[in-house]
């Protein structure tokens, strides 16, 4: 089922994008070679409380952790360790927060020290991904004009496409409908309407799109070992677009 919000939840939704987007800026300004995952864990759960707010995935379906710390390979779901960031990695930060019963999502993928040419264009390509995903949001489009139009960009950028995990909606739940796939058709899938709040998240890899479990048992890799890079963003629909909450 579909959850259009109120005028009264998509303010405390705004709310807590806004505490949402400046921790995870603070947190990815300390991503460096020499830094634990669980540092940078530490230091996202602390902003979070420090802004009368909750972790959205501490707990979450057994998730031990307020941050998901998933480094080259890795795309999603990895939980933070002793694992120390090392010159050339790039780590995907991936962060909910719950403000008065309501919930955001939001992601980045960051280098770590200097990285490759490659990895440099996988993040810059994710991002516009995202970006472009974005602009298709307004009421009466469809999760298939929003899908088609990052999967058209991608495979002209030559990038592989992850295709078995999407974005989604949310508010009083970390996940809820409508799932929103990052390939499609145009016209497809639900219709967006007004006061419907989404996160669309883009997940890319060097190579193949194919997923295996990750070490830690928790999270997901790709499967032939390419690198992966992943962008979110929560908004709201609107009549003529979206409002990002998350910028």
């Not at 921790?23 to 802004?51: D, Y």
């Not at 799109?209 to 690198?227: E, Q, V």
Request: proline share 3%; charged share 25%; aromatic share 6%.
């Amino acid at each position: 089922m579909i959850y259009i919000k109120n005028s009264e939840e998509i303010k405390i939704i705004r709310e807590g994008g806004k505490i949402l987007a400046e921790v995870l800026k603070q947190v990815s300004k300390m991503v460096k070679p020499g830094i634990t995952t669980n540092e940078l864990n530490k230091a996202a759960e602390a902003l979070i409380l420090a802004n009368q707010a909750k972790p959205s995935f501490k707990g979450y379906e057994g998730f031990p952790a307020a941050l998901c710390t998933s480094v080259n390979e890795e795309i999603v779901h990895c939980y933070p360790s002793e694992r120390v960031l090392r010159e050339g990695d790039i780590i995907g930060l991936d962060l909910g927060v719950e403000y008065k019963g309501l919930h955001t999502d939001m992601a980045v993928t960051v280098p770590v020290g200097k990285v490759s040419l490659e990895a440099h264009r996988l993040i810059w390509v994710t991002r516009k991904a995202l970006k472009r995903g974005i602009k298709k949001v307004r009421s009466g489009n469809t999760t298939g004009d929003i899908g088609n139009t990052i999967e058209r960009y991608v495979t002209d950028q030559g990038f592989g496409l992850v295709r078995d995990l999407c974005g989604h909606g949310i508010g009083k739940n970390v996940h809820e409908d409508p799932q929103i796939p990052n390939f499609g058709t145009r016209g497809s899938g639900d219709k967006l309407k007004e006061g419907m709040v989404i996160c669309i998240e883009p997940m890319l890899t060097t190579g193949d799109w194919h997923l295996k479990k990750a070490k830690d048992g928790y999270g997901i890799s790709t499967r032939d070992g390419s690198i992966a890079a992943h962008f979110e963003h929560t908004m709201v629909v609107t009549k003529d677009g979206c409002e990002v909450v998350t910028e």
